[in-house]
């Protein structure tokens, strides 16, 4: 059970996407404008790329691997993970209108980002049990959706701080973003 937690909190924390593997960094600065808007795409993002990379790990692990077929990797990634995102978008559509009429378009560009492929080739060298690596799926889809609302709410507060003007805008976005990151290496020595 140890493992279990530790698994999620080494992909959540110490080798969080955004921030340490900097890996879908585009959707940090893209949809954490609004705090609202910002939990609604981490919790789709989240779902999606835990489904999309426990699926692409375990054809990798099972099918590719096994018959040598390393080769066409990204090509089945990609596949998976945009057939996931339409799915998924599918899914909620009936009874989330308004979200995904909102979120529609950001969660299909999502579904073939770095953010869901990078966590897939990361993860493919790893040693870890095909078990393990659907938890640290898990542990990469939790960091990167607190990531995203933290990451929000920051911005949120720093756009109605008393910042010079010089420093409004991206160049106060990629300082925080900077800072946080220098954050997240502190946690190198946690699991």
Same mark, same amino acid.
């Given at each position: 059970?140890? /493992?279990?937690f530790?698994?999620?909190?080494a992909?959540?924390? #110490?080798?969080n996407?955004?921030f340490?593997?900097?890996?879908?960094?585009?959707?940090?600065?893209?949809?954490?404008?609004? =705090?609202?808007?910002?939990?609604?795409?981490?919790?789709?993002?989240?779902? =999606?790329?835990?489904?999309?990379?426990?699926?692409?790990?375990?054809?990798?692990?099972?099918?590719?691997?096994?018959?040598?077929?390393?080769?066409?990797? =990204? =090509?089945?990634?990609? +596949? #998976?993970? *945009?057939?996931?995102?339409?799915g998924?978008?599918?899914?909620?559509?009936?009874?989330? !209108?308004l +979200? #995904?009429?909102?979120q529609?378009?950001?969660?299909?560009?999502?579904?073939?980002?770095?953010?869901?492929?990078?966590? +897939?080739?990361?993860? /493919?060298?790893?040693?870890?049990?095909?078990?393990?690596l659907v938890?640290y799926?898990?542990?990469?889809?939790?960091?990167?959706?607190?990531?995203?609302i *933290?990451? *929000?709410?920051i911005?949120?507060? +720093?756009?109605?701080?008393e910042? !010079?003007?010089?420093?409004?805008g !991206? !160049?106060?976005?990629?300082?925080? *973003?900077?800072?946080?990151?220098?954050c997240?290496?502190?946690?190198?020595?946690? #699991?």
């Amino acid at each position: 059970m140890s /493992t279990f937690f530790s698994t999620i909190i080494a992909a959540a924390l #110490v080798n969080n996407l955004f921030f340490v593997q900097l890996v879908g960094v585009s959707p940090l600065f893209a949809f954490s404008r609004r =705090l609202k808007h910002a939990i609604e795409f981490a919790s789709l993002a989240g779902l =999606l790329l835990f489904v999309a990379c426990s699926i692409n790990l375990l054809l990798y692990r099972w099918i590719l691997s096994p018959l040598s077929l390393e080769f066409l990797s =990204l =090509l089945l990634f990609i +596949t #998976v993970s *945009a057939l996931v995102g339409i799915g998924l978008i599918k899914l909620i559509e009936d009874k989330f !209108p308004l +979200t #995904v009429r909102r979120q529609g378009y950001a969660v299909a560009l999502l579904s073939i980002s770095s953010a869901v492929i990078g966590s +897939t080739l990361i993860s /493919t060298s790893s040693l870890l049990s095909s078990f393990q690596l659907v938890i640290y799926s898990l542990g990469s889809a939790i960091g990167f959706a607190l990531s995203l609302i *933290a990451f *929000a709410a920051i911005r949120q507060r +720093t756009d109605n701080s008393e910042a !010079p003007d010089f420093m409004r805008g !991206p !160049p106060l976005d990629l300082i925080t *973003a900077g800072i946080a990151a220098m954050c997240f290496l502190g946690y190198a020595g946690l #699991v």
